[in-house]
């Protein structure tokens, strides 16, 4: 049985139709959710762009939060009517990876992610008889979607769902880097290349970690004081001299922790470059392919005993972070209420996409 739900459909990169589609009820295991709030993330606009590769057609769309209206068989733990946070990476909690600590490689997770499909191959939507693909399993520039229930998790109702939707990427991203993945620690300096919608948040987990220093880095003036009300102290804009001016900044040691989220060769580099010797440098970013981690090995990692690491998603755990995450907004911790810059409706999705390729101010939010 399917119904039918608005979504913006990418059937070409650049082109984006809003149309009514078929969607499936929920298969055993899944669940249907009506979608409240999308936030506009830097990584739609690349697959939008063509950077990012994706299977086409395919409805964008994986930072969102809604309220379930249908149950699949096989579903404990969420009802009918329950408010949710949507997941880009569905953990299914059982395999490797998921038993071993590390449940971002999820075995069943990251390839539907990667596919833009449930964990059988397979997608909810269709137009015109065709299959369409649901970007990071979801595809939440829609009315409507399913999606596997491990890829929902329940909040509170009482959160405004505007800024519970920037839990899902956004948030859960920035702040799992600075918390999970380098594991910032009090007292310690940080720089964070890149303050847009993950950044930001990667300076709001370490500030609530306890840092010193934490250094923001962008070449947007409204984009550095945002970081400023999140708990960067220092602001700088990236010129020529930039690695030297933050070790400036750090006694002439460097950062202890380089957190990269603006996805360019540039920054990489500098990320690498301005970590101290020992310090822990991470890629957080998701640049083309044409960007590459280029060092040498012993003068630049085994006589400095720098550690360069990527950051998927965070390192989140999914179902215990969002909670963390739901503490720390109720308790104040974690800002969000100066994030959401513009509201747009599911038709003008075009002029959401062109608001985040400006690279100004926070984030989009798009409400079917």
């Known amino acids: 049985m399917?119904?039918?739900?608005?979504?913006?459909?990418?059937?070409?990169?650049?082109?984006?139709?809003?149309?009514?589609i078929d969607l499936e009820e929920p298969h055993a295991n899944e669940v249907m959710v009506e979608i409240?709030?999308?936030?506009?993330?830097?990584?739609?606009?690349?697959?939008?762009?063509?950077?990012?590769?994706?299977?086409?057609?395919?409805?964008?769309?994986?930072?969102?939060?809604?309220?379930?209206?249908?149950?699949?068989?096989?579903?404990?733990?969420?009802?009918?009517?329950?408010?949710?946070?949507?997941?880009?990476?569905?953990?299914?909690?059982?395999?490797?990876?998921?038993?071993?600590?590390?449940?971002?490689?999820?075995?069943?997770?990251?390839?539907?992610?990667?596919?833009?499909?449930?964990?059988?191959?397979?997608?909810?939507?269709?137009?015109?008889?065709t299959p369409v693909f649901q970007m990071a399993g979801l595809g939440t520039f829609a009315q409507r979607v399913v999606v596997p229930a491990t890829a929902v998790v329940r909040i509170p109702s009482t959160l405004p769902l505007d800024q519970a939707a920037l839990l899902g990427c956004g948030v859960m991203t920035?702040?799992?880097a600075a918390v999970n993945t380098a594991k910032v620690t009090v007292g310690e300096t940080v720089a964070v290349l890149g303050c847009g919608g993950v950044g930001l948040h990667a300076i709001q987990g370490a500030r609530i970690s306890g840092a010193s220093t934490i250094i923001a880095i962008d070449?947007?003036?409204?984009?550095?004081?945002?970081?400023?009300?999140?708990?960067?102290?220092?602001?700088?804009?990236?010129?020529?001299?930039?690695?030297?001016?933050?070790?400036?900044l750090t006694e002439?040691?460097?950062?202890?922790?380089?957190?990269?989220?603006?996805?360019?060769?540039?920054?990489?580099?500098?990320?690498?470059?301005?970590?101290?010797?020992?310090g822990r440098a991470v890629i957080v970013?998701?640049?083309?392919?044409?960007?590459?981690?280029?060092?040498p090995a012993f003068g630049g990692l085994v006589l400095t005993e720098k550690t360069i690491r990527g950051s998927l998603y965070g390192s989140a755990h999914v179902r215990r972070d969002v909670g963390r995450l739901v503490d720390l907004l109720q308790s104040g911790q974690l800002?969000?209420?100066?994030?959401?810059?513009?509201t747009y409706p599911?038709?003008?999705?075009?002029?959401?996409?062109?608001?985040?390729?400006?690279e100004h101010g926070g984030r989009a939010i798009v409400r079917p």
Request: hydrophobic fraction near 40%; charge should be negative; aromatic fraction near 2%.
């Open 2 to 20: 399917t119904i039918k739900v608005k979504a913006a459909v990418m059937v070409h990169a650049r082109e984006i139709q809003v149309e009514l």
């Open 36 to 129: 409240a709030a999308t936030g506009v993330c830097h990584s739609d606009l690349s697959v939008y762009q063509g950077v990012l590769p994706t299977p086409l057609p395919v409805v964008l769309g994986h930072e969102s939060a809604g309220v379930i209206v249908g149950i699949g068989s096989n579903v404990s733990g969420l009802d009918v009517g329950d408010t949710v946070v949507l997941s880009l990476l569905a953990q299914c909690g059982s395999c490797f990876y998921c038993t071993h600590g590390q449940p971002v490689l999820c075995e069943s997770g990251q390839p539907s992610m990667l596919r833009g499909t449930m964990a059988d191959g397979t997608t909810r939507f269709a137009w015109n008889g």
């Open 174 to 176: 920035g702040w799992g």
């Open 219 to 248: 070449p947007v003036e409204d984009r550095l004081e945002l970081a400023r009300t999140l708990g960067a102290t220092h602001l700088v804009t990236p010129s020529k001299g930039l690695v030297e001016k933050i070790r400036e």
């Open 252 to 278: 002439g040691r460097g950062v202890d922790v380089a957190l990269e989220v603006a996805g360019r060769q540039q920054s990489i580099d500098d990320a690498i470059r301005m970590t101290r010797r020992g």
């Open 285 to 295: 970013s998701a640049p083309g392919k044409d960007v590459v981690v280029n060092i």
């Open 335 to 342: 800002r969000l209420d100066n994030l959401v810059s513009l």
């Open 346 to 358: 599911l038709e003008a999705i075009d002029e959401a996409m062109a608001h985040c390729a400006t």
